[in-house]
């Protein structure tokens, strides 16, 4: 009779140990060697342990995500079903079975959806929301469950209302107000107790308040809040919270932070860095702008901004009035890079459109998303319409204006300048009348004019531009979203 050791029958456990959790602090630095290491001392010291499997996909996760290199993709991809094969060994009584799992899928998914595999990507999303659904019912104290779901929740409530139907036949329900109910809940819980997945609430939060709340000062709050991780000295916060510096206008803020981007070879690579630090630079009008935007176009193996990369620094020496770089680069632009972002599908079309953009209206657009609004207005001082020639022109230079006096706070000139925009632009394909409609909305929702604001997020939705024309489809999605619940 064979007699078998224990071990091999026993189930494996979940635990977050102390050094489960160093390895998880690591990753979510991105310092991912380190966090390699620390996950090897636990398989070795405790191989029962599945918890190693769910935070070595951080690793992949936000590699994937992140600098978006195919030939990882291929490498990484059979890493999946070997943790989750793992993972689904485990002790079906405990939270953490079916939560692993469930985060595997999801950060899977959101690769996936990064690479256009959307089938599969649908699939995966699909099936984590069934399962951390389970295992809300079944421990529903497990606080971690509401992280996960009030992601997920929130982004549903951004569907539009015509494709509802569709989310609910397949499974999907939620709504922007009950997904940011549950993470508040999180939120609120980890300020009297010890959280694992603080510094990932914190992220996800201040995204969605952003992107879907249209809140950049309450995104900028969370990044600058005492128990927000250093960003001197953690990459992935460095980058969060440079991101909302931006989306608040603090250009000079975005570009110390940064500057101040932990580069030790000990962290992952990140070349993104390089092109919002480019961004931030050309909005300044700074003299070396091109530099990093250069080098995230030699390193960057993904798809996703390069095509807006070339633009922008064919943008930089149109400025410096090189013509023949300029054409060099937006040649590039047309066939360097994909077409997935709404910023790579204008740099493509101006491209196309062979017809450089006018130098003065330049500088106003990249001062104003420097958050250099005097500069800007400065450049705009004692024109009008008549001094522009092409349709395009004027039609910019009404929405320039537009912009500038609403980020100066000047509603009643905003508002004027956004309503002749949208009369003189909404027939045309640029974005600028589209994003007018949005701005008012937004303007009459703050005023609590509902029915004003109602009809101009239905204005943005109905236009036919086609310049960024899926990120300010999803903001008009979310001003009805929210009004819906007023």
């Known amino acids: 009779?064979?007699?078998?050791?224990?071990?091999?029958?026993?189930?494996?456990?979940?635990?977050?140990?102390?050094?489960?959790?160093?390895?998880?602090?690591?990753?979510?630095?991105?310092?991912?060697?380190?966090?390699?290491?620390?996950?090897?001392?636990?398989?070795?010291?405790?191989?029962?342990?599945?918890?190693?499997?769910?935070?070595?996909?951080?690793?992949?996760?936000?590699?994937?995500?992140?600098?978006?290199?195919?030939?990882?993709?291929?490498?990484?991809?059979?890493?999946?079903?070997?943790?989750?094969?793992?993972?689904?060994?485990?002790?079906?009584?405990?939270?953490?079975?079916?939560?692993?799992?469930?985060?595997?899928?999801?950060?899977?998914?959101?690769?996936?959806?990064?690479?256009?595999?959307?089938?599969?990507?649908?699939?995966?999303?699909?099936?984590?929301?069934?399962?951390?659904?389970?295992?809300?019912?079944?421990?529903?104290?497990?606080?971690a469950n509401k992280k996960s779901l009030g992601l997920i929740h929130s982004l549903i409530g951004t569907v539009p209302d015509s494709y509802k139907w569709a989310a609910s036949f397949l499974g999907f329900s939620g709504t922007i107000s009950q997904g940011m109910g549950e993470l508040s809940e999180v939120m609120e819980y980890e300020k009297k107790n010890p959280f694992l997945f603080s510094a990932e609430t914190n992220y996800i939060v201040a995204y969605l308040q952003m992107m879907i709340l249209n809140s950049p000062q309450t995104s900028w709050k969370i990044v600058t809040a005492p128990n927000y991780p250093d960003y001197k000295t953690d990459l992935l916060a460095n980058f969060v919270r440079g991101h909302m510096a931006i989306k608040n206008g603090y250009n000079d803020i975005a570009i110390e932070n940064f500057n101040s981007a932990p580069k030790s070879e000990e962290y992952m690579k990140f070349y993104?860095?390089?092109?919002?630090?480019?961004?931030?630079?050309?909005?300044?009008?700074?003299?070396?702008?091109?530099?990093?935007?250069?080098?995230?176009?030699?390193?960057?193996?993904?798809?996703?901004?390069?095509?807006?990369?070339?633009?922008?620094?064919?943008?930089?020496?149109?400025?410096?009035?090189?013509?023949?770089?300029?054409?060099?680069?937006?040649?590039?632009?047309?066939?360097?890079?994909?077409?997935?972002?709404?910023?790579?599908?204008?740099?493509?079309?101006?491209?196309?459109?062979?017809?450089?953009?006018?130098?003065?209206?330049?500088?106003?657009?990249?001062?104003?998303?420097?958050?250099?609004?005097?500069?800007?207005?400065?450049?705009?001082?004692?024109?009008?319409?008549?001094?522009?020639?092409?349709?395009?022109?004027?039609?910019?230079?009404?929405?320039?204006?537009?912009?500038?006096?609403?980020?100066?706070?000047?509603?009643?000139?905003?508002?004027h300048f956004y309503q002749s925009t949208i009369a003189r632009g909404k027939n045309y394909p640029y974005y600028f009348a589209a994003n007018a409609a949005l701005q008012l909305g937004l303007i009459y929702e703050e005023k609590g004019l509902k029915d004003k604001a109602l009809e101009y997020f239905h204005k943005c939705l109905d236009m036919e531009n086609t310049d960024y024309k899926n990120s300010l489809d999803q903001k008009a999605k979310a001003g009805l979203s929210r009004l819906e619940k007023k």
């Open 272 to 415: 993104y860095i390089d092109y919002v630090a480019g961004m931030c630079k050309m909005n300044r009008l700074d003299a070396d702008a091109n530099i990093p935007l250069e080098k995230f176009i030699a390193e960057f193996k993904g798809q996703n901004y390069l095509k807006d990369a070339y633009q922008k620094i064919g943008w930089y020496y149109l400025l410096n009035h090189n013509d023949v770089k300029y054409k060099y680069y937006l040649n590039l632009c047309k066939i360097k890079g994909g077409e997935l972002t709404d910023s790579d599908k204008q740099a493509k079309t101006e491209a196309d459109f062979g017809v450089a953009p006018n130098p003065i209206l330049l500088k106003v657009r990249l001062l104003q998303d420097g958050g250099y609004y005097d500069v800007a207005l400065g450049l705009l001082v004692g024109k009008s319409t008549n001094d522009f020639l092409s349709i395009k022109d004027k039609i910019e230079f009404t929405y320039r204006a537009a912009r500038i006096y609403h980020e100066k706070g000047d509603t009643e000139k905003a508002i």
């Open 1 to 143: 009779m064979l007699i078998f050791p224990f071990s091999v029958f026993a189930q494996g456990k979940y635990s977050f140990n102390k050094t489960c959790q160093l390895a998880y602090n690591s990753m979510m630095r991105l310092k991912f060697e380190e966090g390699k290491k620390y996950l090897a001392e636990e398989k070795l010291n405790n191989p029962g342990n599945l918890m190693p499997y769910f935070i070595e996909n951080y690793a992949d996760f936000f590699s994937l995500a992140i600098n978006e290199n195919p030939s990882e993709l291929v490498k990484s991809n059979e890493n999946k079903e070997r943790r989750l094969a793992k993972l689904s060994s485990g002790e079906k009584d405990s939270p953490w079975y079916l939560y692993t799992q469930a985060e595997v899928n999801l950060q899977w998914a959101f690769v996936h959806l990064k690479f256009e595999d959307y089938y599969t990507s649908f699939f995966e999303i699909k099936k984590a929301y069934a399962q951390l659904q389970e295992n809300d019912k079944k421990f529903p104290s497990f606080i």
